[in-house]
């Protein structure tokens, strides 16, 4: 499945933005997803995910409270609404599917398929 992140810019600290990942196919909605973020220099990490029927949802402890990840798969689309941002939440994000069901993972090997990334910067 291909994976096309979109959504990302410029935000001034304390401001939201709503990512977007639309997948290519409708096995999409057979698989956990989620989105993860990285900085230059720095490894890739966990942001969020969310079971293949929406109903469990996981976050890192730096995004919780701030951040809601959410589908819908009849578009076959993931989202990452993010609130209340501040300069440490700037890096490329990625969405990602994993297609091992037995497990809801958080680690980057984890996850089989991965989108493009989208920059996300938030100025102080």
């Known amino acids: 499945v291909q994976l096309q992140a979109s959504g990302g810019g410029l935000v001034q600290a304390g401001g939201s933005l709503r990512l977007s990942c639309a997948a290519s196919e409708r096995t999409f909605s057979n698989y956990h997803v989620g989105w993860f973020r990285q900085v230059p220099g720095k490894e890739r990490e966990f942001v969020a995910a969310?079971?293949?029927?929406?109903?469990?949802?996981y976050y890192a402890d730096s995004v919780k409270d701030r951040f809601t990840i959410s589908r819908d798969n009849a578009k076959n689309t993931l989202y990452l609404q993010m609130n209340s941002l501040k300069p440490g939440d700037t890096a490329v994000y990625y969405c990602?599917?994993?297609?091992?069901?037995?497990?809801?993972?958080?680690?980057?090997?984890?996850?089989?398929?991965w989108g493009q990334g989208t920059q996300v910067t938030v100025s102080s």
């Open positions: 990602a599917a994993d297609t091992n069901l037995l497990r809801f993972g958080r680690l980057v090997n984890d996850y089989d398929y």
């Open positions: 969310i079971s293949r029927g929406g109903g469990g949802t």
